[in-house]
C-alpha cells in the first residue's frame, strides 16, 4: 500500500511551451501533497505545498505564475510548468502525507525528469 | 531554510560490513524518516520513527530516534552491492508539515 505514482516519467520539450506532471496517490487519500525540484548531487527542493481544494503555497523564490499547481481531488495533484526554459530542467518529485494511527509520514513518487530543449 | 546534518558525503565500505549514518538538527522533530534513493527515481521509505527513544527494524536496518529529538541514527547491517544509493534522513513536526530534509549520504559497497 501507499503508492504514489507520477506521469510522465520524462518529458521533453521545447523551450516556450507548457509541461504538466501529475502524482497520485493510487491507495489512500491525501490531503497534501508536496512537490520538489532536486538538481543532480542535491537534496530535494521544497517548490510547494498543495492542499486538496485550495490554494499551494509556495516556499520563498518559487514563482508560483509559473510553477502552477492544482489539486483537484484526494488523489491528484497537478503541477504545469508554464513557459518552460532550459533552465527548468530538471528531476521533478512530488509526495503525499499518509497518516495512519496518529502516525505521519510522506510517501514520495518515482519523478519525473524534464529536458527543455 | 534549515536542513538536518548528515555527514560525510560519500560513505565506501566493502561489502559484508556494517554501517551506521547519523542525522542531527538544531530543533526538535515529532517524526523522524529514513528514505534511500536511487539514480533516477523517487526516495523510497525506509523506516520511520515516531517516539523518542524508538529503535525500530526493519530487515537489516535499525533506526533510532534520539531521546533529545534532534538526532536519529540508521544502522545497515551486512552490507549487500544493492544497499548501494544515497541515504536521506528527514524530520517532521506534525501530520501534514513539510520534511527539513539532510543532504544525504551516497553509499558505495565494494563486492
Known amino acids: 500500500g501507499a503508492v504514489v505514482s507520477q506521469h510522465p516519467s520524462r518529458v521533453i520539450c521545447k523551450s516556450g511551451t507548457s509541461v504538466k506532471i501529475e502524482c497520485r496517490s493510487l491507495?489512500?487519500?491525501?490531503?497534501?501533497m508536496f512537490w520538489y525540484r532536486q538538481f543532480p548531487k542535491q537534496s530535494l527542493m521544497l517548490m510547494a505545498t498543495?492542499?486538496?481544494?485550495?490554494?499551494?503555497?509556495?516556499e520563498q523564490g518559487v514563482e508560483k505564475d509559473k510553477f502552477l499547481i492544482n489539486h483537484a481531488s484526494l488523489t491528484l495533484s497537478t503541477l504545469t510548468v508554464t513557459s518552460a526554459h532550459p533552465e527548468d530542467s530538471s528531476f521533478y518529485i512530488c509526495?503525499?502525507?499518509?497518516?495512519?494511527?496518529?502516525?505521519?509520514?510522506?510517501?514520495f513518487g518515482p519523478g519525473t525528469r524534464l529536458t527543455v530543449l | 531554510g534549515q536542513q538536518l546534518n548528515q555527514s560525510p558525503q560519500s560513505m565506501f565500505i566493502q561489502e559484508g560490513e556494517d554501517v551506521s549514518m547519523n542525522c542531527t538538527s538544531s530543533?526538535?522533530?515529532?517524526?523522524w524518516l529514513w528514505y534511500k534513493q536511487d539514480p533516477g527515481e523517487g526516495p523510497v521509505l525506509l523506516i520511520a520513527?515516531?517516539?523518542?527513544?524508538e529503535l525500530t527494524s526493519n530487515g537489516r536496518l535499525t533506526a533510532q530516534f534520539g531521546i533529545t529529538r534532534k538526532d536519529s541514527f540508521l544502522n545497515i547491517s551486512a552490507s549487500i552491492p544493492s544497499d548501494v544509493g544515497i541515504y536521506f534522513c528527514?524530520?517532521?513536526?506534525?501530520?501534514?508539515?513539510?520534511?527539513?530534509f539532510g543532504k544525504g549520504i551516497t553509499l558505495s559497497v565494494r563486492p
Open positions: 498543495s492542499n486538496e481544494g485550495s490554494k499551494a503555497t509556495y
Open positions: 530543533s526538535i522533530f515529532n517524526t
Open positions: 491507495d489512500f487519500q491525501a490531503t497534501t
Open positions: 520513527l515516531y517516539k523518542a527513544g
Open positions: 509526495s503525499a502525507s499518509y497518516t495512519s494511527g496518529g502516525a505521519y509520514t510522506q510517501y
Open positions: 528527514a524530520g517532521s513536526t506534525g501530520a501534514n508539515s513539510k520534511l527539513t
